[in-house]
């Protein structure tokens, strides 16, 4: 596997006969495309290009019930110290464009900006996600000159949208919401639109980005994943009629193409969506350097256990090519190979949540309620 890479400090550029891209660090920017500019590779054969990467675990101030990790009181404190940080940052290939950096309460990793620094220092952009609680001027301060986006994630109204305030007010330009969405959770989220196009403190707010409820963690038994149509598309309505952007994760991805489909902004809007990358564009890595295809895939079935990072010698062959993760990207990339909906080529189904993501077991039996 041979690759041309230039990187001038500002724009990365990776070029081959199957896979290129283009990512502009100032802007964010990233562009990919495979033999050619319509073409869609289905993996990097030469690495992820982001990496979520989980330094500390244990206490949190949120101690919510949904929470995946089931972070709070009851676990025990952990940390990535910046010497395992730099071990792993060695070994990774010249692909990783950006790290979304995993954490609960900010002072609970004492490496924190030490860690983010490294990782800007040497040409990797760090973002990461808060819960808001301990969020003053000094940490927005130190986050504005180091990270390209920052997101809060909602548990506390006050605490979350004083928070947007601190970042906005340091001169961040993309400070996101994140907000869990589940059959129980959707009414709050119309709240939620209707504060941020009426309360000053999120007049600055980029989007607020809708996570897809996976039964894992703290949440199972108590949320369910929306499986309505048209609960999903009166959300997006809502959000589109009050002029707030909005945005989710790739696990939504079906749910919204779906939602969409039979509507004039179909074509346009499937440029921008990226459906499930785990282990095809992205890895996560978790507290202890054990790599996973996502986090949410931690501790379930096959994947009780990571692939362990320590004594890389080869990130490609033990990691990126690891037997186990070539096993997940061929059920993922193959996961939609038998559906015949309208975007079934595009369309990625989880192998670890098929009742939450997957056309063939889920979306086809989504009713119009």
């Known amino acids: 596997m041979r690759f041309y890479y230039k990187d001038d400090g500002i724009v990365k550029n990776i070029r081959s006969a199957k896979y290129n891209s283009k990512f502009d660090r100032r802007t964010g920017e990233f562009l990919r495309w495979g033999e050619t500019y319509d073409d869609d590779p289905d993996y990097c054969e030469f690495g ?85 609680y301990l969020v003053d001027e000094i940490v927005a301060e130190k986050t504005a000159k180091i990270c390209g986006a920052v997101a809060v994630s909602l548990y506390d109204e006050d605490i979350c949208y004083d928070a947007v305030k601190k970042f906005s007010d340091a001169g961040m330009k993309q400070v996101n919401i994140h907000y869990m969405l589940a059959e129980e959770t959707l009414d709050k989220a119309f709240q939620v639109i209707d504060d941020i196009s009426n309360d000053p403190r999120l007049s600055d707010l980029y989007a607020i980005i809708f996570l897809q409820y ?9 949320f369910s994943p929306i499986k309505s149509l048209d609960k999903f598309k009166k959300l997006l309505t809502y959000a589109e009629a009050k002029k707030v952007g909005f945005g989710f994760d790739s696990c939504s991805s079906p749910i919204y193409l779906k939602t969409i489909e039979n509507t004039t902004m179909y074509e346009e809007r499937l440029q921008y969506v990226e459906p499930c990358e785990s282990g095809l564009f992205s890895y996560y890595v978790n507290v202890d350097g054990e790599f996973f295809p996502c986090s949410f895939m931690e501790g379930e079935k096959d994947w009780e256990k990571g692939i362990s990072s ?60």
Not at 89 to 104: M, R
Not at 214 to 222: E, L, T, V
Request: hydrophobic share 30%; proline share 6%; with cysteine.
């Open 48 to 132: 992820p290009e982001l990496l979520d990467i989980e330094i500390a675990e244990g206490e949190c101030s949120g101690n919510c019930p949904f929470c995946y990790k089931s972070n709070g009181s009851n676990l025990e404190n952990k940390y990535m110290d910046l010497n395992r940080f730099k071990e792993l940052f060695s070994s990774f290939p010249p692909t990783v464009n950006q790290i979304a950096f995993g954490i609960t309460d900010i002072d609970l990793n004492p490496d924190f900006w030490k860690i983010m620094e490294y990782s800007r220092k040497n040409g990797v952009v760090p973002n990461y996600t808060t819960n808001g």
């Open 214 to 222: 996976k039964p894992h963690g703290r949440g199972i038994n108590q």
């Open 310 to 369: 320590d004594g890389i010698n080869n990130f490609m062959e033990n990691i990126w090519y690891n037997k186990r993760i070539i096993e997940w990207r061929k059920k993922l990339i193959n996961s939609s190979s038998s559906c015949d909906c309208k975007q079934s080529s595009v369309c990625r189904s989880c192998p670890g949540f098929p009742s939450v993501s997957s056309c063939k077991n889920s979306l086809i039996d989504l009713q119009i309620v």
